[in-house]
């Protein structure tokens, strides 16, 4: 027996198609096997796999969990930007919210520029990491890191991050960290590249959860609430990115490239 399941592919933080960071979307009427949801992540092959089912508690509108080819994570931007814009294109209204397993209750809502997204505040402190930045290539000005893997490598100009060539290799052997390699940009406030080989993804294209991260560091050293800034992937993409209390709130555009259907046998 042959299931259709809905799908969707967005490329999320992006205003045109074949830029910012792909995510699929699969709303689902239960859950599947967790086997069946990761094996569904490594077909679909994108940085994540965003996979909603109505929330029966009442704490939001949907349940979300995320599965990049590898393995299912803790916190994905990008793809519940994505997520946000098919339910609301397809469902309408202003705003979702999705209860997630470890990164709490998150919104979109609809914005002037497109969507904002609220993900969950993420500070870091000064440390090192001589290890990581060796293999990084070239010497940060500063290491930040957070425990649950978020670790910051500030350079001093845009230049220097572009030029990065890490070896993606070693630092997978690190472990699953994101690598967030970030300095003060030219034509936006800030750029970065982001690297998370341990979680089967070389280098990201746009990622949502980094920002969390970089909205709570760059607000400090910049000393305003907001910023803009790009992320230097092969791909590109911007975002805003604004800090109100405890909530990371980046704003963005999403382009629906395919709808259609996933045939799951079985």
């Not at 991050?161 to 630092?171: N, T």
Request: hydrophobic share 40%; aromatic share 10%.
């Amino acid at each position: 027996m042959t299931r259709k399941l809905p799908y969707w592919h967005v490329d999320a933080f992006a205003d045109r198609p074949f830029t910012g960071n792909q995510a699929a979307v699969m709303p689902l009427e239960v859950w599947l096997p967790d086997d069946v949801l990761q094996a569904i992540g490594e077909e679909n092959n994108f940085a994540e796999t965003a996979f909603v089912v109505k929330d029966e508690t009442g704490a939001a509108d949907w349940e979300l969990r995320w599965f990049t080819p590898a393995v299912e994570i803790a916190l994905c931007g990008h793809a519940t930007l994505a997520a946000g814009h098919v339910l609301l294109e397809r469902d309408g209204g202003d705003r979702v919210t999705f209860r997630t397993r470890k990164a709490g209750i998150l919104e979109v809502r609809r914005s002037e520029a497109g969507y904002e997204l609220a993900l969950p505040a993420i500070p870091t402190q000064q440390g090192e990491w001589p290890e990581a930045a060796a293999l990084l290539g070239a010497e940060p000005l500063e290491v930040w890191r957070n425990p649950a893997g978020y670790d910051i490598f500030l350079y001093a100009d845009e230049q220097v991050v572009r030029g990065l060539a890490p070896d993606i290799r070693g630092l997978g052997n690190l472990g699953a960290n994101q690598f967030i390699c970030t300095a003060p940009g030219g034509s936006t406030d800030v750029v970065s590249r982001v690297f998370v080989p341990g979680g089967g993804v070389d280098e990201d294209s746009v990622t949502g959860s980094a920002h969390a991260v970089l909205t709570v560091f760059w607000t400090g050293k910049l000393g305003r609430d907001s910023f803009t800034a790009h992320q230097a992937s092969a791909r590109g993409g911007d975002l805003t990115c604004r800090l109100d209390g405890d909530q990371a709130w980046l704003g963005g555009n999403c382009v629906t490239v395919v709808e259609g259907s996933f045939y799951l046998a079985g």
